[in-house]
């Protein structure tokens, strides 16, 4: 991945740095990135204390970076160095955020379906259509982190982030490639839930779904309490049942539960924001650099059970 790397930066940009975070990871990536900060002064290392995710990773490297752009991808090198290129073309077309849309994704027909359930929920979540075209490929102005710079929450998601400083995104399709090594740790489940954790974390739509949910159960109510008693004067009886009296009681029950559900949810996200809870610590670094114009960030390690797809950020300034 460096030396892929720098090939490409080396005649695109005057200058550029890659920052490498160490998510947690249970292999050798910090030593092998220690050693390349040695060999290399534009190479910088980050290392977490534990594992906290791609996105708190990314997170880490976004705000560790002294330059006027930033690019992101994974380093499992399925996201080709290469078309870095298409990003920061767009970008100085005048694009805030450009992401690099998988030409064809190579993860496998459940992984994708949940992606797509991923990015559904993050529509909603970034309130974008551009949001059916994000990837962790990405390219965005680091002016636009100003935007998050007071952000402290274990749940962090960069693409709505970055919807809180600008409204001008696009994307540009690009080469998707196997992963060269591993799998990823990114299983559908793992997909369900962050788009839940989007969801709860950064809308307010399920709030306003409990709402609809309600307002539709008080209508049917109503016509339910009607039909009892329009039953009562034409027929000069009650409704005959308890099946049907238990069935409207689980009806509403399960209606209120719900409301209640999702109630509590937020209750939950804001008893862990008062915490003070950080999205991520540094447990050491290499020596930093003062000069910068790309930065990447590499998260976790496949060794870790709660790891996440390494990731990389990179900021660029053209020639």
């Known amino acids: 991945m460096h030396r892929r790397l720098t090939a490409v930066l080396d005649p ?7 920052i490498l975070v160490d998510d947690g990871s249970g292999d050798n990536s910090w030593p092998v990135i220690c050693e390349l900060a040695r060999l290399d002064n534009r190479v910088r290392g980050l290392q977490h204390s534990r594992n906290y995710g791609q996105h708190n990773a990314l997170l880490t490297g976004i705000r560790a970076a002294t330059c006027e752009a930033i690019v992101t991808l994974d380093d499992d090198l ?13 970008l100085d077309q005048g694009s805030d ?33 551009t949001a059916r075209k994000v990837s962790a490929f990405r390219a965005f102005r680091t002016l636009l982190r100003d935007a998050f710079a007071d952000y402290q929450n274990p749940y962090v998601s960069i693409d709505v982030l970055l919807t809180w400083g600008t409204t001008r995104f696009a994307s540009v399709v690009v080469q998707h490639d196997p992963r060269v090594v ?23 739509l399920p709030l306003q779904l409990a709402s609809l949910i309600g307002f539709f159960f008080t209508l049917l109510g109503f016509g339910l309490l009607t039909y009892v008693v329009l039953n009562y004067f034409v027929y000069g009886s009650a409704v005959a049942g308890f099946p049907f009296l238990a069935s409207v009681i689980a009806l509403f029950s399960g209606a209120q539960m719900f409301a209640l559900g999702i109630i509590g949810e937020y209750l939950a996200r804001m008893h862990l924001r008062s915490m003070g ?18 930065v990447d960030t590499v ?13 990389i950020a990179a900021a660029s300034v053209p020639r």
Request: positive net charge; aromatic residues 4%; hydrophobic residues 40%.
């Open 97 to 129: 955020v450009v992401y690099g849309t998988p030409q064809r994704q190579q993860h496998g027909f459940l992984r994708d379906q949940a992606s797509q359930i991923t990015k559904i929920a993050l529509q909603g979540a970034m309130g974008a259509q």
């Open 299 to 311: 998260t976790s390690g496949s060794a870790s059970s709660a790891a996440t797809p390494a990731a």
């Open 78 to 90: 399925q996201n080709p160095p290469e078309e870095i290129p298409k990003l920061l073309a767009l």
């Open 12 to 18: 695109l940009v005057v200058r550029f740095e890659l």
């Open 182 to 204: 591993g799998v990823s740790n990114y299983t559908v489940g793992k997909l369900i839930v962050h788009a839940l954790n989007m969801l709860t974390g950064f809308s307010v």
């Open 277 to 294: 809870r950080p999205s991520g610590v540094v447990r050491q670094s290499t020596l930093s650099r003062t000069t910068s114009v790309v």
